[in-house]
């Protein structure tokens, strides 16, 4: 049966309503940015509210009350950077869109400071400590979401049953990339992404 994405963490992010380009606007870009930069540069173990405000140049009792745990800190930073990087690709063509979204995933995981992030993370998560299984399961829960409305489109223009596990696909989509930046360290090749989004969709199909 097809699977319901749902985003169900949106009310633990930051929801504080900000002017396009206003002053709320600045101060969230700032904090997110530094978010990361101490998470690449100490682990989500080293992460503090003060060290970030100390970063980002604000008081930090501005990022207490708009974040006011880490793993709500470190879920918004994540969250920010890869909505940016790896946007849902709308081309028609369910193949063609796996291979983009892909794509964007790649890029992403072979970028130094992206790959330095995940690494932190995924280094901290074998404490599973429990803020940081929710920040995690928040960032995958959120990319997921935008997923599903690709294979939905793809279920209505015919090319999957509608009955298709939307989770399924993407996690055998994506699944490799991230083995493969995270674990084994190989590179990419230049048909890799083409490769699964084949195997994904096969095994959809069938």
Request: hydrophobic share 45%; proline share 5%; charged share 25%.
């Amino acid at each position: 049966m097809s699977k319901s994405f749902s985003l169900t963490v949106a009310p633990t992010l930051d929801t504080v309503r900000e002017r396009p380009g206003g002053r709320s606007a600045r101060i969230r870009k700032l904090v997110l940015d530094a978010t990361r930069e101490e998470l690449i540069a100490g682990g989500y173990g080293a992460l503090s509210h003060r060290a970030v405000a100390n970063r980002a140049g604000v008081d930090p009792a501005t990022v207490y009350r708009r974040w006011p745990t880490r793993s709500r800190l470190a879920t918004d930073a994540l969250l920010a950077v890869a909505q940016a990087a790896v946007p849902v690709p709308d081309t028609g063509s369910v193949e063609s869109d796996l291979e983009r979204m892909l794509d964007g995933i790649v890029a992403a995981l072979e970028d130094p400071t992206m790959l330095r992030l995940f690494h932190a993370l995924s280094a901290a998560s074998a404490d599973a400590e429990a803020d940081l299984s929710e920040t995690l399961r928040a960032f995958w829960d959120a990319r997921f979401e935008g997923a599903g409305e690709l294979i939905a489109r793809a279920v209505k223009r015919g090319e999957l049953p509608s009955d298709v596990d939307a989770h399924a696909i993407i996690e055998q989509l994506v699944s490799p990339a991230y083995y493969r930046a995270l674990v084994t360290g190989n590179p990419f090749d230049p048909e890799f992404t083409h490769r699964c989004a084949k195997s994904a969709l096969a095994a959809a199909r069938a």
